[in-house]
């Protein structure tokens, strides 16, 4: 990511923008949530063919849509494509079996998987302090998993809903932590516009190719509500993007966990869901370790600019 000069630098408008895109994808994953008994697969075509629009008329307005799709990586989008899909499926899933604020909590655990996979896999780097801030992390995700998975040793087995969406949903973060390393290496050559539309229109073929595995005919309000996930996905992009533009890194990341907070109230209102003190103390830890990773990679200089600002954090 550049560095913005004092000119161009506008951190209120940058986090504006940056909570705005919590708030559409919040949204957005409140729409699927709202739509029970579509299969994930489904889902994915929706969220993604439907994301497509805004994320045109935002390539057309930065003069960028006829050569969006140029590129001589077409191999490296569609894996990243599908792998992004294997963790965007496997998250609806889970979505759909688990409390919305308990979801997003156990969705945090994506960043601290792409330090563990960046030292694993690329060889960085990473001292006892952010190993440190992983462990204490990955001790949040414990306690918020925690009375949902006893329930696979006290005789309930994976048939319980929930336990299996907790599964779900960590594997998919795992997932979505191997698509985080692929766009880093992406975005080394390739624009940001040319990864977000190529992940958008794979994503969009690998869900209507689940069609023959069993899609459902979605009632009036199911199809309104997964239309309006898919549009609130691309909005959550742009809004993502440009908040990048206007602030450091190290200003907007944080604002990502506003997403805790806006899960509660919507789970609250919305859907009746109460968090249990297990989602409120571990997802806090989670919190606090991932700020202090947003810290320590700043005042280490790490370039994680581009990979965070064209990956979607919800999917």
């Not at 923008?17 to 949530?33: D, E, G, Q, Y």
Request: charge should be positive.
């Amino acid at each position: 990511m550049s560095v913005l000069s004092a000119d161009t630098a506008r951190p209120l408008t940058g986090i504006t923008l940056k909570t705005l895109s919590v708030c559409a994808f919040v949204t957005m994953s409140s729409c699927i949530k709202a739509a029970p008994g579509v299969p994930a697969g489904q889902v994915v075509f929706f969220r993604s063919f439907f994301a497509i629009l805004p994320v045109v008329v935002m390539l057309a307005w930065r003069h960028e849509l006829a050569t969006a799709l140029y590129t001589t990586r077409p191999f490296g989008h569609i894996t990243r494509g599908l792998v992004g899909v294997g963790a965007m499926g496997l998250g609806f899933f889970a979505l759909t079996r688990l409390p919305l604020p308990e979801w997003i909590a156990l969705n945090y655990a994506q960043p601290l998987l792409v330090v563990v996979f960046s030292a694993l896999i690329l060889g960085e780097t990473v001292r006892i302090f952010r190993w440190s801030a992983v462990i204490v992390g990955f001790i949040g995700v414990i306690i918020v998993s925690w009375p949902k998975m006893t329930l696979l040793t006290s005789g309930a087995g994976l048939g319980d809903g929930e336990a299996v969406g907790i599964i779900a949903a960590l594997v998919g973060a795992a997932i979505s932590a191997m698509a985080m390393l692929q766009v880093r290496r992406l975005v080394q050559t390739e624009r940001t516009a040319t990864v977000v539309i190529w992940f958008c229109l794979t994503a969009t073929v690998a869900g209507l190719a689940t069609w023959p595995f069993g899609w459902v005919q979605p009632d009036a309000w199911q199809a309104s509500l997964l239309i309006a996930a898919g549009i609130f996905g691309g909005v959550g992009q742009i809004l993502m993007t440009e908040s990048y533009r206007h602030a450091p890194l190290s200003t907007i990341a944080p604002f990502e966990y506003t997403s805790m907070l806006l899960g509660i109230v919507i789970g609250f209102f919305v859907f009746g869901e109460v968090p249990t003190a297990h989602v409120v103390v571990g997802g806090s830890i989670v919190v606090a370790a991932g700020l202090f990773i947003i810290w320590r990679e700043n005042r280490l200089g790490l370039p994680r600019g581009k990979a965070r600002k064209v990956t979607p954090p919800q999917g």
